[in-house]
């Protein structure tokens, strides 16, 4: 329980490219709703938002950012070899919006997978640069260049744990959220080499999805399927369709939270 009376709360923020701004929506409708963010976890896109919101962006100024950073900000293209983005700016930019924060230091308990190719496993950050981690989790294969640190190879979070509901549940999570961008039902036609990639990976992790879908408590699936992984210029669609998925999941929350002890009254409309 924490002070408000509450189970604590944790969010687990999947992967999926440019779906991933749905991510903000969805923090927005727990402020909103005054349902506060206990522990978070984050893979992928879900680790640089939950990397902001834990260190003090609101989901307004992320939805602003969003809207107006221009891709020369924070895409670096390099010579391919190992990867087609260098990684550089977008690592930079990270450290300069968490302001070079270490996992100690942030507002709210953090945790940020990744996969490191040499161990071939699941790597969770919890310590160090918030911005380290998450330019290793954010590394999809063959579009970022890996990032190396302390002798490992890492490439995305999303290759393993697409929803890091157990990082969540590590920290201290009693009601764990677990938000799935990436999922789509739909046939979409790839229009880019990251949608290639990540339409892969989404066919790859199915079976391990379902691990993350059992162990959440609330699993909140925004209907992204006609926004492409690679449309970064829709982020404040993709925000809307988070926010409105997580009011509609809003009961479900709320009655989850008194299932766990919630002391605290919640009033639904």
């Known amino acids: 329980m924490n002070h ?7 969010l687990a923020l999947g992967s999926g ?9 969805v923090l927005r409708a727990l402020d ?18 939950a990397a902001l919101y834990a260190t003090g962006t609101s989901p307004a100024m992320m939805a602003g950012l969003a809207s107006q950073l221009r891709k020369r900000y924070w895409l670096d293209f390099t010579v391919p070899k190992v990867g087609l983005i260098g990684g550089t700016k977008i690592h930079q930019l990270m450290m300069l919006l968490t302001h070079s924060a270490e996992f100690s230091q942030s507002r709210i308990p953090l945790a940020i997978v990744s996969t490191e190719l040499v161990q071939r496993r ?25 990032f190396i640190h302390n002798g490992g190879v890492y490439v995305d979070g999303g290759v393993l744990e697409r929803v890091p509901v157990m990082a969540a549940r590590s920290l201290g999570g009693e009601v764990i959220l677990g938000v799935d961008v990436a999922s789509n039902p739909r046939s979409v036609v790839p229009e880019t080499i990251l949608d290639v990639i990540l339409q892969s990976l989404d066919i790859m992790q199915r079976p391990l999805l379902q691990v993350g879908v059992d162990a959440a408590d609330v699993w909140i699936e925004p209907d992204l399927g006609n926004i492409g992984t690679s449309h970064f210029q829709r982020a404040a669609e993709a925000e809307q369709i ?25 009033h639904e409309d």
């Open 122 to 146: 699941l790597i969770t950050f919890t310590t160090g640069l918030i911005a380290d981690a998450v330019r290793a989790s954010i590394s999809i294969p063959g579009v970022f260049v890996p």
């Open 4 to 10: 408000m009376g509450l189970p604590t709360i944790g």
């Open 242 to 266: 988070g926010y409105q998925a997580t009011i509609d999941k809003m009961v479900q929350i709320k009655h989850k939270l008194i299932e766990k002890g919630a002391s605290r009254p919640f």
């Open 17 to 25: 490219g440019a779906r991933g701004f749905a991510h903000i929506g």
């Open 32 to 49: 909103e709703n005054g349902i506060p963010v206990g522990v978070l976890a984050g893979s992928s896109m879900g680790a640089l938002v």
